[in-house]
């Protein structure tokens, strides 16, 4: 979406280290940043989100950072495993704006 | 508790026809978000419902439309049909219109020749 801006567009890692995906958005009115997973042949779920009160969110192996100054927020994955190959969405709540998305591949 | 399901899960059309797609959204969820997700890109937001009324459009024309029900399922309408009209077409609940995590349904994959 115009909103938001997602990088990179492909990601391959070795089992076991970590991945960032970095979201830059343009409202400054946003409050909400959720991030989806979407795996072939379904629709994207929910993994995790943040809000604007909050700098950072962990669940797990997944945490979420969150810079309103700078208008960017992550996502990181550590000690990651073949189950976390899919596709990753930012959204920006403004209009409800998807990123372009990220393929994650994680290695063997 | 019942998650979001959509109808059909795959169509095919001709170009210039009219299609309807469904979805049932989760139990509890007042508010029904439509996307289009063409292959390859990320889902592009075409309008959201709150209680049977329009609550937010995207960047679609007008023969994309929709409704919602008593019950809060809901309906999306594309009237004559283009081929760039193929794509996933995903429909999410939530709990309410602000700041609220989206239910994804698996999609109506569109086809139109």
């Known amino acids: 979406g115009e909103n938001v801006e997602q990088h990179p567009s492909t990601l391959s890692v070795q089992e076991g280290d970590s991945a960032v995906i970095k979201c830059t958005y343009s409202?400054?009115?946003?409050?909400?940043f959720p991030w989806y997973k979407q795996e072939l042949g379904k629709g994207p779920q929910l993994i995790i989100d943040i809000r604007s009160n909050v700098g950072e969110k962990k669940d797990q192996r997944i945490a979420v950072t969150l810079n309103k100054t700078a208008k960017h927020f992550s996502l990181h994955i550590t000690e990651t495993q073949p189950e976390d190959s899919a596709v990753y969405f930012c959204v920006n709540d403004y209009k409800l704006s998807f990123g372009a998305g990220t393929t994650v591949t994680v290695r063997a | 508790e019942t998650g979001v399901t959509q109808s059909p899960t795959h169509l095919i059309k001709t170009r210039g026809q009219q299609v309807t797609l469904r979805c049932s959204s989760q139990s509890g969820h007042n508010t029904v978000s439509w996307y289009q997700q063409a292959l390859g890109q990320g889902p592009q937001f075409i309008f959201q419902y709150y209680r049977e009324e329009e609550n937010g459009r995207g960047n679609f024309p007008p023969r994309f439309s929709g409704l919602q029900f008593p019950n809060y399922s809901s309906e999306l309408n594309v009237n004559a049909l283009e081929l760039d009209d193929s794509a996933l077409y995903l429909c999410?609940?939530?709990?309410?219109?602000?700041?609220?995590?989206?239910?994804f349904g698996n999609g109506t994959r569109l086809t139109v020749t």
């Open positions: 999410a609940s939530s709990l309410t219109v602000d700041n609220s995590p989206l239910h």
């Open positions: 409202d400054s009115a946003s409050n909400y």
